[in-house]
Structure formats: structure tokens, C-alpha cells
């Protein structure tokens, strides 16, 4: 197998710049720099020379990694630059010119670590989940998925299956004798167990939501201060502010971390009938995006008070949150309440009841997203696998009570134990491989 390199740290200007490379020649490159190789596992200092010119190229630190103990469980060496794109240019350079050397497609180290055993499919997409994680609860998630927890939940599953496998096997083996009542009654009370377990993990989005962002809107009419609330929320300026009603004509979105949550929310265009044929679509456009949303953030103008848009209103449902915008230009606080759903009087100009604002928006969060002591399911890829292992144990269960063939219904618990055993990786991924490893950084 060819011996791959990377730049494993980000790309220009640095303190530090990481050379990775992995394989089983990866020795090679202390011979080709000139220097002797280190002790292993032992960080050391070199000057490192260029082999045609034989100037020095940097004094860096170096790590050596023999196999199977490594990232990859190949030989691997880390050389720790001083990050200037003229040194990380010159390295890869030499690294390129030397036989069986080659530049590391995107997540190919991670790629050699599950081949080599080091991580199941699972780990690696935890791997990834942390590498691009930008709030702490996605961190925690990740981190909580690449130690192996939600992997142990997959193989639990997938024990309890072939569990059931084996003592059907028996009976399979002797075709005279059929399993007696009460016991075929048992297994189909552990299957139906362990559907049950299924359904619970399909049924929880959390994950998903933790790690793809929940959806808020802020809707309202024209002049509302829904952008002047986005832009506080971003803590800049995203969205224009203007007098002029209607000025939001299409949807801003903006990527935020509140109290280590990650959220989506959309500032749309005001709701209010209208001639204007671009403004109409904004508007559709904006009663969309409330709909599809994980909640919403309702702004009522407080000097329209009781006599809001009923259409708006029409629009809030139980989980989302009511704002009395402007609250600042009345006497006194403006009390509604709706679908149990009291409104919190705000005015971004006085910074008023914007703190408890944000605590519910992050209620909301915690709600959609925490679960801190569980690892849970991340991908599309874990239901659709999960969804057909359930569909095989339900067909077990229907053929048992038809009393179908024991031989026969053995084979909806392999299809079951196959579709677990393809998310951790454990069997016939060839098909996946490609698409996970891509969407990993090269050098990682």
C-alpha cells in the first residue's frame, strides 16, 4: 500500500503547521531529511534538510508512531512546523518526490484507521462530528460517539439478534423436533424487546437536530423590528434596519451558538396583504419557512395591541415564543396571551426582557436537543439501516405466527443482524465508505 502524507493542520500562515504521514515506509522520511530517527512516542527536536539542495529547511519537533499504535495502525510521523506556507511548501514538496509517496485523499488517514481496525464506521463519523462541531453540546455529542457509546448500542442490539439466531439454529439443526409453544412465544417476546429498542432511536431526532442546527423563524408584519432583533441575536449586522415597511423582502439566515446550542434562525420577510407581486412571493416565502420550523419567534408591535394580524396568529403553535415588540414607546407593559403562550414584552433599543428571551429560546434548545447522557443517533444513514433491521424482525415475528418454516423465518433475523452490523461497519460497506471518508478534511 502506498505511504500517503498531508498538511493535517489548517493551511497559510501559523505557529505551528502538522506534516502527517502514514504507511508502512513511512521511516523513509527520516533518511530522506537527514536526520535519525527518534524514539518512539517520543517528541524530539531536528533540523530537517532539503536532500537535493542539503539548506535546511526548519528546526521542528517530531513524533514517530510505530504500528499498530497509531491513528492509522500504520508507522506514522508527525513533523511539527513552524507554520510558514515557504516550509509546509518545501516539505510536501520533498514528500512528493520520494517513491511510493503520495498526497492523502480527503479523510484517507481516517479511512486507513477503520480498515486497519482502530475505528468502526460510528467512531469515524463521531471523528468527523467533532471536527466540525462549533457548539459545546455538539462537542459533548461527538465526543460521546467517537469514545464508542452509541457503537456499543448498535452491537447490543445486534448481539441480542444473533443471540436469538443461535438457539433457533439449534432447532434448525434438529428438523424432527419443533421448538415447543412456550418457548417460540419467548423469542417473539425478545424480538418484539428488541423492536421496541429500535423504534426509540429512530423516534429520537435529537441527534440529528444537535448536529444539523434547530430551525427558529422570527415572523411578524413589516416593521415589526425582526431584523433589529436578528441583528442583536447575531451581535452584528445582518439584516438592513429601515423605517421603510417591508424592506425584508427574502429570508436571511444566520448560523448561531446560544448557550452551546446550535441554532438556524431566519429573519423573514413581513406578513401583510399585498399588490406587490415580489413582495407576495416574500411573504409566501416566509409563511413556508414558519411552518417547517422547529419554533417560532412571533413578533406582535405593541401599538397594535389587542387588534393583531390574525394571520400571524393563525401561525403560532404551543412551542413557540410570543415578543410584544417596541415596548419601550408605551406607558406600560402590553399582557397577551395566546394558545397558552404568554407574550414577553421586549425592546431591543432599551435592551428590555431580551434577557429573558434568551432563556427561552435556550429552553427551547435543551428541549429539542439535550440529551447529556445518552449517545444518539447522528445520521440518515443509522435510521434508514435501523428502520429496515426493525422492518426484518417485524416479517420475523408475522411468519412465526403464521407458523412458517423455522428454517425461513431464521433468515429475517440475518437480514436484521446484516442492517445493524452495516452501521458500525462490521460487514458490506464498500457502498458507504466513499461517502463518509469525503466528508472529512484532507489530512485527516
Do not use: W
Not at 404551543?318 to 421586549?346: C, G, P
Amino acid at each position: 500500500m502506498e505511504n500517503i502524507f498531508a498538511l493535517s493542520s489548517g493551511k497559510g500562515r501559523a505557529g505551528v503547521s502538522v506534516v502527517r504521514v502514514s504507511g508502512s515506509g513511512a521511516g523513509q522520511v527520516f533518511d530522506i531529511f537527514g536526520i535519525s530517527a527518534p524514539r518512539e512516542r517520543y517528541a524530539v527536536t531536528r533540523k530537517i534538510r532539503n536532500p537535493h539542495t542539503k539548506e535546511a529547511i526548519d528546526e521542528c519537533l517530531i513524533l514517530y508512531f510505530k504500528s499498530p499504535k497509531s491513528f492509522t495502525g500504520e508507522d506514522v510521523v508527525e513533523l511539527h512546523l513552524h507554520g510558514s506556507v515557504a516550509v509546509v511548501s518545501e516539505v510536501l514538496e520533498v514528500l512528493g518526490g520520494i517513491p511510493n509517496f503520495r498526497l492523502a485523499e480527503a479523510g484517507e488517514f481516517s479511512r486507513r484507521a477503520f480498515c486497519n481496525g482502530k475505528l468502526d464506521l460510528v467512531q469515524a463519523e463521531g471523528l468527523s462530528d467533532l471536527i466540525d462541531s462549533e457548539t459545546k453540546a455538539q462537542k459533548a455529542q461527538a465526543i460521546r460517539q467517537l469514545e464508542g457509546e452509541l457503537s456499543e448500542k448498535f452491537e447490543n442490539l445486534r448481539r441480542q439478534v444473533i443471540e436469538i439466531m443461535a438457539f433457533i439454529e439449534a432447532f434448525v439443526d434438529f428438523p424432527d423436533e419443533d421448538i415447543p409453544h412456550d418457548l417460540d412465544i419467548q423469542v417473539q417476546q425478545k424480538v418484539q424487546n428488541i423492536i421496541s429498542e429500535v423504534e426509540a432511536l429512530v423516534n429520537n431526532n435529537k441527534g440529528e437536530k444537535l448536529r444539523q442546527g434547530a430551525v427558529a423563524t422570527i415572523i411578524g408584519e413589516p416593521n415589526s423590528g425582526k431584523s433589529t432583533l436578528l441583528n442583536y441575536l447575531s451581535e452584528r449586522e445582518v439584516a438592513i434596519v429601515s423605517d421603510i415597511a417591508g424592506t425584508t423582502r427574502d429570508s436571511i439566515e444566520v448560523h448561531l451558538n446560544i448557550s452551546g446550542y446550535p441554532i438556524i434562525l431566519i429573519d423573514t420577510a413581513g406578513i401583510r396583504k399585498t399588490q406587490d407581486r415580489i413582495e407576495k412571493e416574500g411573504v409566501r416565502r416566509a409563511i413556508e419557512k414558519a411552518e417547517k420550523a422547529d419554533f417560532k419567534i412571533t413578533m406582535l408591535e405593541c401599538g397594535k395591541a389587542p387588534n393583531f394580524n390574525p394571520e400571524i396568529l393563525n401561525l403560532i403553535n404551543e412551542q413557540d415564543i410570543i415578543l410584544i415588540s417596541k415596548s419601550d414607546v408605551v406607558s406600560r407593559e402590553t399582557s397577551f396571551e395566546y394558545k397558552n403562550n404568554k407574550a414577553i414584552n421586549i425592546s431591543v433599543k432599551k435592551n428590555k426582557g431580551l434577557d429573558v428571551l434568551l432563556r427561552e429560546i435556550e429552553r427551547r434548545l435543551r428541549d429539542l436537543m439535550d440529551n447529556s447522557e445518552n449517545a444518539l443517533i447522528t445520521r440518515s444513514r443509522h435510521k434508514a439501516e435501523l428502520n429496515l433491521c426493525k422492518n426484518a424482525l417485524n416479517e420475523f415475528i408475522a411468519a412465526r405466527k403464521k407458523q412458517a418454516p423455522i428454517e425461513l423465518c431464521a433468515e429475517n433475523l440475518r437480514m436484521a443482524a446484516h442492517h445493524l452490523g452495516k452501521i458500525t461497519g462490521k460487514i458490506d460497506v464498500e457502498d458507504v465508505l466513499d461517502k463518509i471518508f469525503s466528508e472529512f478534511c484532507i489530512g485527516k
